[in-house]
């Protein structure tokens, strides 16, 4: 069954953000550049304050976002990025979540419950329920897609795929059950030829072992995902440090949910939590291909 979706968003207007056609000007980009800001001023107060981890701005420009794009955000959220990209993006733009598949799902354990995993099988149809509480009038479509079922009408019709810190459960799964091979193939279908994809991930330590690096802790390899890319078809184009932390070295002991937000090993630690808040959050790669 094709899990996709698109509605019209409706709730909350950036005021100041009408859409805006793509023209590769220097006033065209003064102007997203105004309001991309003005987007990000507007949202919560909890968002706001991780953009000094995040950098929302640095990264959306890096990746080269504009208005009346179509956007796949993969393991979406509604304030990271979807939310953003809903206000961003405009009328004439859309954003499209994009979640793991029902098979992938069931290999995480824990939380992912017989009962947790039976309201997720309906995820697609929440999340656009839900759309109108943080996506407003004037701004983009919301679409919703699952990895590996994906619709032939979204072949060919995104501008941009997004896998912010989404990566290491594909690659944790990859041998057990090839959900990073399937995600590639989707990625091909649905990105327009010369789209690009995004990723800013968890970034291991060169010198830890593979096998920790494999992504259960978190973390990748950046060297390790660029191979990936480019075996699967994938252009590398360019990285940025614009979300480096080099206070973030986690040893073969360590994984990435000891930092904030999570703050995993230290909740009844304050002198451990203290450490943590310091280092702040992840040291992340930030890296850009373009299928061919």
């Given at each position: 069954m094709t899990k996709f979706l698109l509605i019209s968003a409706a709730a909350l207007a950036v005021a100041g953000c009408a859409s805006?056609?793509?023209?590769?000007?220097?006033?065209?980009?003064?102007?997203?550049?105004?309001?991309?800001e003005a987007v990000l001023a507007a949202q919560s107060d909890a968002a706001k304050a991780r953009y000094q981890y995040r950098h929302p701005k640095q990264t959306l420009e890096f990746f080269g976002v504009e208005p009346g794009m179509t956007v796949v955000d993969s393991?979406?959220?509604?304030?990271?990025?979807?939310?953003?990209?809903?206000?961003?993006?405009?009328?004439?733009?859309?954003?499209?979540?994009?979640?793991?598949?029902?098979?992938?799902?069931?290999?995480?354990?824990?939380?992912?419950?017989?009962e947790w995993l039976k309201k997720r099988e309906n995820w697609a149809e929440t999340w656009l329920d839900g759309a109108g509480e943080w996506a407003g009038e004037g701004a983009a479509e919301v679409g919703a897609m699952v990895y590996g079922s994906v619709s032939d009408e979204l072949a060919g019709t995104a501008d941009v795929v997004l896998f912010v810190r989404a990566l290491h459960h594909?690659?944790?799964?990859?041998?057990?059950?090839?959900?990073?091979?399937?995600?590639?193939?989707?990625?091909?279908?649905?990105?327009?030829?010369?789209?690009?994809?995004?990723?800013?991930?968890?970034?291991?330590?060169?010198?830890?072992?593979?096998?920790?690096?494999?992504?259960?802790?978190g973390y990748l390899k950046q060297d390790q995902i660029i191979a990936?890319?480019?075996?699967?078809?994938?252009?590398?184009?360019?990285?940025?440090?614009?979300?480096?932390?080099?206070?973030?070295?986690?040893?073969?002991?360590e994984f990435v949910w000891?930092?904030?937000?999570?703050?995993?090993?230290?909740?009844?630690?304050?002198?451990?939590?203290?450490?943590?808040?310091?280092?702040?959050?992840?040291?992340?790669?930030?890296?850009?291909?373009?299928?061919p």
């Open positions: 805006l056609p793509l023209v590769g000007n220097s006033d065209a980009a003064a102007t997203n550049e105004a309001r991309l393991l979406s959220g509604k304030i990271w990025y979807s939310g953003i990209l809903a206000s961003y993006l405009g009328p004439d733009g859309n954003v499209i979540a994009a979640d793991y598949s029902m098979p992938m799902w069931r290999r995480f354990g824990g939380f992912a419950d017989d594909f690659n944790r799964f990859e041998e057990a059950g090839g959900h990073f091979t399937e995600a590639f193939a989707d990625i091909h279908k649905v990105l327009k030829s010369g789209g690009a994809v995004g990723v800013v991930q968890h970034r291991a330590p060169a010198g830890n072992s593979d096998k920790w690096a494999v992504g259960n802790n990936a890319f480019e075996e699967a078809g994938f252009e590398f184009v360019t990285s940025s440090e614009i979300n480096a932390n080099p206070k973030d070295q986690p040893t073969e002991d000891r930092l904030p937000p999570t703050l995993g090993t230290s909740q009844e630690d304050d002198a451990l939590k203290a450490e943590m808040m310091a280092i702040g959050e992840s040291d992340r790669m930030t890296l850009l291909f373009r299928k």
